[in-house]
């Protein structure tokens, strides 16, 4: 029995230790050594053969170089600053489409609900590839979503707006949307009706009532929603490439490029390094707001 | 129907030859800083129906299930048969339990979930077949055999847990609260099917409850228990009549408590003086203290008499205002305020179809008990 | 009181206009005659004989297929099994770290991962194909299964197990008889989204693939880069018709067995 229970362990264990941390130290310890023109790219290499000195050594070769290297080409901040825009405001966005979609589902007749549920839930299951892809056909130039408007006579050229950060707002408020529907819509749905006839009992209008006791209510979803949509678009790569434009700095993106591209892979470690640290504080908060939300079902 | 409590013959517990089937010494179970079992020392024997009885979180439960062998004693020992059960698991163990949600496995059929315990032993499958019907039988469920757990009442869920955990014939039944989720009327029918069941298998029987009704009617002893500790284990009667302590009198049953210093008489009668300007309360008590003291007077509201004109007796009366009243059906509590503020409950028995109408809403009556109805109790 | 109001009734047809409206229009546009996306030319699924001759499309979703069901077979074996030490597994050395690997991968940034398993295969010599997808995808995969599982382990009545127990089995036994057939749906639901994740990802895998292993959607990414294209139309209406009738059959399977428990469960309180 006991042998089972450390193989039981042991085995999941052992595969996340070999293909989650180990490759992750190894990008912190590539990011602290230097570019070379070699195969690999970087040096040094650690060689164990070599016995203490040679780590001595490997280890005295490290610095923080190219750390350094990234406060002072404002490419890697200014994508920073501006992933963290994009991040931000497209959450926002997401939460202005998406709550009255869930509030609208919390309210819909029983008997709907878990169609409705569905779907919210179906885009989820399709490609994300293709569903980034949907937007390109509709927001080129000479796309359906120009044809329109120019149909409607609201524009007499078309807009640019493939290729923009409007876009890219676009393609991460539809991407994502689903993941800001569902946290909000089961607070809202445990919500209890009677609650708001208590407010309106208690001289409350509608919208006051809302404004007091349902958005406080669903204020745990909210955060959760928030935090689902923010920390994957923050790192996102395939909606800055393919619908934005090459003004679109987004970190993902450069990480990527700088990768491959430039074959840089001390810097894009670093890079790698520090988006990581700069997502430890949202995921941190969103930890906080799941075990608040799992006390109070309690 | 046999019932353990007026049963003269079975008392095991009092014949010093006989040995205990289980028995804890100091048993003590600690989680963390929280003490759910301090030590506790207690024997029972075989064919008993014995219930732990105490409110929720007393430890009951913990008792229970160290019995089971799914919590280990800190410390102490616990044996069954004689022998140590430390590092026994559950399944080593002739030891069955009938958990409180049924715990029926949701996948297998009635017949598979009573086949489950039987299967283990590698039993021939014929002889599990006729085990499986004694059982199905024993519980009337022979219908249902291939129904899935849901496909079933809760009443036949409560009795495919029964006869799944009987299968086996283990040495030791435990339940935990068995009857928690059967309504009312279901629960009380069901209390005389455990009882039938329990002395049909000779099986000895430990359940857990926090309804003192359902102990009372089932059980050959009750242990009561607060906060981790064994108050009393008696039997039902005298759990009931004598009480050793304010908590076990007012946990079961109603009660109406006064207190007061005693003074003893000497002739193994207590007075208890209660209010100024009162006569004192005499009680024929033997487990009064023999010095004065602060105690608490208990008595059972059926066992005060109320009346509208004052008694012939002397001792023990004394004269209140009806406050409220309570009819019942069967019978009418009155609840009485004395003259110090103090309330007593007194009940009678609505033996005529006309409920007696001559005592009503502050109506000035006399309360009235015997020198034995009621004991004294140390603080 | 649950009603739909003229707000809710504009919210939910807006909202799921927005969701669908882009899909719908990728689906028509994928039966139009003209190479010109953007034009209708008239109704034609020659875009979809065109893709039946595509070799290289073909390909690229056998690759797929084949890295979707090892890696998700894998996850779902490797998952289940974390799931379990999570929840029943009691305390171990480094159990925090542990479940942090769990969780961890649920929240990194996809280029990241893709970055860290590249730079591990490159360092351990390992070329990159098919077998380097596959064990990137098991890895992040599992923690979804393993999230999946562990919700179901954790609502359901753990006295059903200590039954077992009681009844006589060893704990493997308990798991193997009673736990496993219990969180099967979970179990299958995790697989399912393993399946699914393996089948989408696009930015793991180009970090780890192979020139010789080209995924369907690493195909797609570097078609569409390009331009929209009616081929790809097509592939992608096949591909969101696919998804729509799983779905759209999982979930009325689900809710008439959900029904006909409930008529059962109902019959059995009425005739008792």
């Known amino acids: ?298 | 129907m046999n019932q353990p409590a007026v049963s003269s013959t079975f008392e095991p517990w009092t014949d010093p030859q006989e040995t205990p089937l289980i028995s804890f010494k100091s048993v003590t179970k600690k989680f963390g800083t929280f003490t759910a079992i301090n030590d506790v020392t207690l024997d029972i024997y075989r064919q008993e129906f014995f219930a732990l009885l105490g409110p929720s979180g007393c430890g009951k439960t913990t008792l229970m299930r160290m019995l089971g062998g799914f919590e280990t004693p800190t410390e102490g020992v616990i044996t069954i048969d004689g022998k140590d059960m430390a590092n026994i698991p559950p399944n080593k163990r002739a030891v069955n339990m009938m958990f409180q949600s049924y715990a029926l496995f949701p996948h297998l059929t009635v017949r598979e979930n009573v086949a489950f315990g039987l299967k283990r032993d590698n039993m021939p499958k014929a002889q599990i077949e006729e085990r499986v019907e004694e059982m199905l039988n024993l519980v009337q469920l022979q219908n249902f055999s291939q129904r899935k757990p849901h496909q079933i009442s809760g009443g036949q869920r409560q009795r495919v847990a029964l006869a799944r955990s009987l299968a086996k014939a283990p040495k030791l039944l435990l339940l935990d609260e068995p009857l928690g989720a059967l309504d009312k009327k279901l629960r009380q029918d069901t209390q005389f099917e455990l009882m039938d069941i329990q002395e049909k298998t000779g099986t000895t029987f430990v359940i857990v409850t926090h309804d003192q009704e359902e102990a009372m009617t089932v059980a050959s002893r009750i242990a009561v228990m607060d906060h981790g500790e064994l108050i009393q284990v008696e039997t039902p009667g005298r759990i009931y009549e004598s009480p050793n302590s304010v908590y076990v009198a007012d946990f079961i049953g109603d009660v109406n408590l006064i207190e007061g210093n005693t003074k003893p008489r000497g002739d193994g009668k207590t007075e208890l003086f209660w209010a100024e300007g009162q006569a004192p309360l005499v009680a024929e008590c033997p487990h009064a203290p023999d010095v004065e003291a602060r105690c608490t007077f208990a008595i059972r509201p059926e066992k005060v008499n109320i009346s509208k004109e004052r008694p012939d007796t002397q001792i023990n009366v004394v004269q209140g205002k009806i406050h409220d009243i309570a009819y019942l059906g069967n019978i009418s509590t009155y609840k009485v305020e004395l003259p110090n503020g103090t309330m007593v409950k007194a009940q009678t028995a609505n033996n005529r179809r006309l409920a007696r109408r001559d005592l009503t809403w502050d109506d000035d009556v006399w309360l009235s008990w015997t020198e034995t109805a009621g004991i004294v109790l140390d603080q | 009181m649950r009603r739909l109001t003229w707000f809710n009734t504009t919210s939910l047809t807006l909202g799921f206009a927005f969701l669908y409206l882009p899909m719908v229009i990728l689906i028509i546009y994928s039966f139009n005659e003209s190479r010109l996306v953007t034009v209708w030319g008239g109704f034609s699924t020659k875009w979809y004989g065109e893709l039946m001759k595509n070799e290289a499309f073909l390909d690229a979703a056998v690759v797929t297929l084949k890295v979707a069901f090892a890696s998700s077979i894998a996850a779902t074996v490797l998952g289940t099994m974390a799931a379990y030490v999570l929840v029943r597994g009691g305390r171990f050395f480094g159990r925090t770290l542990f479940s942090g690997m769990i969780y961890a991968p649920l929240v990194m940034p996809e280029v990241i991962t893709g970055l860290s398993l590249l730079l591990l295969f490159i360092s351990i010599g390992l070329d990159r194909g098919i077998i380097t997808i596959v064990l990137a995808h098991t890895t992040f995969s599992m923690c979804y299964v393993s999230v999946v599982v562990s919700s179901r382990l954790v609502s359901f009545d753990r006295s059903v197990e200590e039954a077992a127990l009681d009844l006589g089995c060893t704990p493997f036994d308990a798991f193997r008889s009673v736990t496993l057939p219990i969180i099967a749906p979970a179990v299958i639901s995790g697989w399912l989204l393993a399946l699914t994740l393996s089948l989408d990802d696009l930015v793991i895998s180009s970090f780890v693939a192979g020139p010789s292993s080209t995924t369907l959607p690493i195909k797609i990414f570097s078609s569409v880069r390009l331009g929209v294209s009616p081929e790809i139309n097509a592939l992608s209406t096949i591909l969101i018709g696919l998804v729509t009738i799983g779905t759209i059959s999982a979930s009325l399977a689900s809710k008439r067995a959900v029904k006909k428990r409930q008529q059962e469960e109902q019959m059995a309180e009425q005739a008792a």
């Open chain 1, 1 to 298: 029995m006991n042998f089972r229970r450390f193989f039981l362990i042991s085995v999941p264990y052992v595969w996340l230790l070999i293909l989650f941390l180990i490759p992750f130290g190894i990008v912190l310890k590539i990011s602290l050594s230097d570019t070379a023109l070699a195969i690999p790219p970087y040096t040094p290499t650690l060689d164990l053969a070599g016995g203490w000195t040679s780590i001595k050594e490997f280890f005295s070769q490290l610095d923080f170089e190219n750390f350094a290297f990234l406060t002072t080409d404002d490419l890697y901040w200014k994508s920073y600053l501006s992933s963290l825009k994009i991040a931000f405001l497209a959450t926002f966005l997401c939460l202005l489409v998406g709550f009255p979609i869930a509030y609208g589902m919390a309210n819909a007749p029983d008997e709907w609900r878990p169609t409705l549920m569905m779907l919210v839930i179906l885009p989820f299951w399709t490609s994300f590839l293709i569903r980034v892809y949907a937007w390109m056909g509709i927001l080129s130039q000479e796309g359906l979503l120009n044809q329109f408007l120019i149909w409607l006579g609201v524009i007499g050229e078309p807009l640019t707006i493939l290729n923009t950060n409007v876009a890219v707002y676009i393609g991460i408020v539809y991407t994502y949307c689903p993941f800001m529907i569902l946290p909000i819509y089961s607070t809202l749905e445990k919500l209890d009706g009677s609650l708001l006839e208590a407010g309106e009992d208690l001289g409350c209008s509608r919208t006051t009532a809302f404004w007091l006791i349902t958005v406080p209510l669903s204020k745990s979803g909210i955060i959760a929603g928030c935090f689902l949509v923010f920390i994957p678009a923050l790192g996102e790569f395939v909606i800055p490439t393919l619908l934005g434009g090459s003004g679109t700095l987004m970190i993902g993106k450069v990480l990527f490029e700088e990768f491959f591209s430039n074959r840089d892979w001390p810097v894009a470690s670093a890079v790698a390094i520090v988006l990581l640290l700069i997502l430890i504080i949202p995921i941190v908060l969103y930890q906080r707001n799941e075990q608040k939300m799992m006390e109070a079902e309690q």
